[in-house]
Every structure is written in structure tokens, then in C-alpha cells.
């Protein structure tokens, strides 16, 4: 079969992580990491291989703009190697100076997964302790258990008026037996992602593997929908004629889908720059939005430029702000419809105190490519030999390192002839995903020696599995200190 089948709750396995790219529009790593400032090793060695619309995100820490990073974990059984990546990928984050969510899907374990709340406690507290060893900072960030966030669980009700069940059927593969809470798990699960952004919209980047992708395309879906019911109703309110409305509606539309284009590198502040230019009738404006709706390639600008076409040069710019996702539109609007502050902003609060005033943007995501199991095909959390657990005894991990499966060859003779496949050995994965850390020189001499047969894999695995039990005895010493780390935050650790 041709089709990649992305199933956040089923056991697919990404074999050819390119299809990706083009089937479902995830853009390549490679393309973006020139502007992330000192990428971390998973980026630098392509385990962090695509993303969605990341360039905001590198651009916010580039310029020392706020943004964010969240991060679900479902307590389901202990963490393991294959989790640290994300936690490395959220903890990195936060020491660029992103707002941190560490959150525990404990209602989607129990609706998704079934497991009882004394298994979801245990579990939480595990995963916990892990993320904090690991660097995560409590005081600074915000962990907390979806079954107690009441504000996600508002949020995830919200949410819930802006998709509906064909719509979940067919992202999910719903069917008339499907249970309900399901459902909620996947709205509770949007409004986590768009949780950080509650209080003020900022670029947010939820790092996940890919069999998670369906989530963040709902997501961002739905961070459209709720800012442009936002914008049209605000909209609505100043009584514009039932055209006008329609125009404006599908302009919005347009420009909501264009932000999330990701061919499209232009930003709505690009716009700017065309302030003095020519503001087309309503003739021009319609077939622009004709030629964008038909899917044209046309930049962004004209769009923007025709929104406002009875604005000031603050209005428009106001209006530009208010499309990238800030709350600012009604102050445009003062300008653009000839309101009084006053009356704008009694209008503003009142849809505000309608509709929860929502200026989403659309999340953003970076995939990570899955670790293979040790002992061939996926890492498993129900299989113990192809993971190592970060509560395995060390003794444990060596162990299971000396057993794993290699990329090498019959013979050491042949080795030496042929070379290792390093990009076929789970071992070789090790190095490179955890064991090098940030050393790139010692992972590449892995690579290379591998490759060139001058490493062989008996004596390779010994030094792999002697610092896999250095890493798991340090980690799990971190572990005990975080447990007085965890008691100080408030987090309930027994539903
Ligand atoms: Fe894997 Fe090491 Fe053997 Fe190369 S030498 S195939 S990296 S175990």
C-alpha cells in the first residue's frame, strides 16, 4: 500500500518517513533548522526530522518573543528511553526561554486506554519525577493532570461547538460504536494544545512522533475556527450589510487558511509595507478571494490589504495584529468603522464576555522519528526486551544493550570488509539519540568507525551498554532528589 496510515492510537509503524512530506503536507527539518538558534542534537542529527510551521517558533526564540511548548504523556505504563526524547524536546525548550507544559493525559488513559486511576497515580508520579531529573523546571513551567485543569476542561467544552462527529469520524475512524468519551479525550486533548495560548496568543510548538499528526491538524484546524468566529462576530456587531459580511467572512477564511499554508512564507506583518497601496472595490475583492479559494498561489498581501480598505494606516495595522491571532481587533475597528473608543470598546468586552474571546494561533509541531525496538521493529512499552525503562536497573539496561540486535555482519571478517549498518542498528540509534548527548564528534566517530568496519559490534555494545547503566544509575539518583522537588508543586498525585 502507498497510503501512510496515521493512527495516534494504534501501533502504526512510519516506514518511510517521506511519504509524510507529501501526503500530508509535514515539511522536512532540514528546511527550517538553519534558523533555529543552537539547535539541539535530535535537530542537528535529523531525529527531529519535519514540522509543522516551526519557523514562528525559531523566529519567537530568535527574537526573544514570548512563545511556548506543551507536551502531553499518558500514564500508561513507566517512562522509558523512547519518552526521554520528548522530555529532552520540551525541557530544551524551556531553557530557550519557552512557557513549559508538562501535562498527564490521565482521561485519555482512562477513556482511551481503559486503565484503572491507581495505575494512572502511579504512572503520573513516575513520569513526573523522570521529567524533572531530566531538567524540567516546575517553578518555571506548569505541570499539571488534565482530570484537575479545569480551565482545559472548559476550553475542551468550547471546542466541542466547533467539530463535530463526521468530522472526528472521519479524522479517527469513528464509527456508531466509537465510544463517547473518545471524543472528549480528542477535544480535551485540543484544548491542551491550545492551552498555553488562554490567556495571550504566542507561537506554540507541541513536539510529538508522527502517528500523532491527525491531532495537530484537528488542532490547528480548530485554532482557526474559534479566531475567526471571534473576528466575524465582532465583525457581525458593527452591522455591515449582509454582502459586506459575506466578503469579510470568506476573506478571513482565506487568510486563516494561507497562515496555515505551509508553502507560504509570508507573514501577515508583511503586509505592512503595503500601507499606501492602492485599496481595491468590492468587485476586485471578490475575485481575489475567487482565486484564493480556488486554491491560487497568490501571496498574501493583496488579502490582507483588502480587508480594511476604509482603514487608517493604525487601523491597519491593528487588523493585521488582530489576524495574526492578537485580541487587538476592535481597536482597528474603531478607525475602520467610524466607532467611537468608547462604544468599540464596551463591543469588544461584550464579545468578549460572549464568546470567551479566543485569538488562537495555529499551533505548531515537530515530529521525531521513533526509536526501533532493541530487539528489531518498534520500542514497545508492552514488550520489556525492546526497551530499556528509565526505572530498569542499570544492571537491567546493560543487559539488555549486550542483547540487543545490531546492524552487523555474519563475521568479523566481513564486518571489517563491509562495514557495519549503523542506519540499521538499534545500538547505533542509542549513541545517537541519548548515549552521545550533545557530544556530535563522538557520534559521528560511532558512525564512521561502524561503517568502515573498524568498530565490531561486540566490543561497540559494551560501550553502549556500560553507559546506558551510568545513565540509568545517574538518572535514577536525579530521580530521588525530584521527589522533594515534586512534593513543593501543586499537583494533585492521587485522583
Ligand atoms: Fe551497530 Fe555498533 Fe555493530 Fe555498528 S558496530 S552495527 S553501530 S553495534
Redesign the pocket.
Known sequence: ADTVALDPWGSSTVDDYRKLFEEFGIESFDDVLPRVPTPHYLMRRGVIFGHRNYRSVADAMTNGDPFAVLSGFMPTGDPHIGHKLVFDELIWHQERGGDAYGLIADLEAHAARGLSWDEIDEHTESYLLSLIALGFDPEEGELYRQSTNRDVQDLAFELGTKANFSELGAIYDFDGETEVSYMQSVVTQMADILYPQLDEPKPTVIPVGPDQDPHMRLARDLAGRMRYFKVTEAYASFELDDQERALVTRAYEALAADVDDPETDVRCTDAAAWLDAERPDSASLESTIETLESGGKEPLRPRVRFLDRNATDDAFEALIEAVEGEKRVYEGHVDSFDLDREAAEELARQVELDHGGYGFLPPSSIYHRFMSGLTGGKMSSSIPASHISLLDDPEDGYDKVKS?T???RETAEE?RELG???D?????EL?AYLLSGDDDEFATR??E???GGE???G???EQ?AELMAEFLEAHQEKREEAKDVLDGIDIELDS
Open positions: 540487543a545490531t546492524g552487523g564486518q557495519g549498518e549503523a540499521e542498528c538499534p545500538v547505533y549513541y560511532v558512525y568507525e561502524c561503517v568498530r565490531l559490534c566490543g561497540c555494545k553502549a
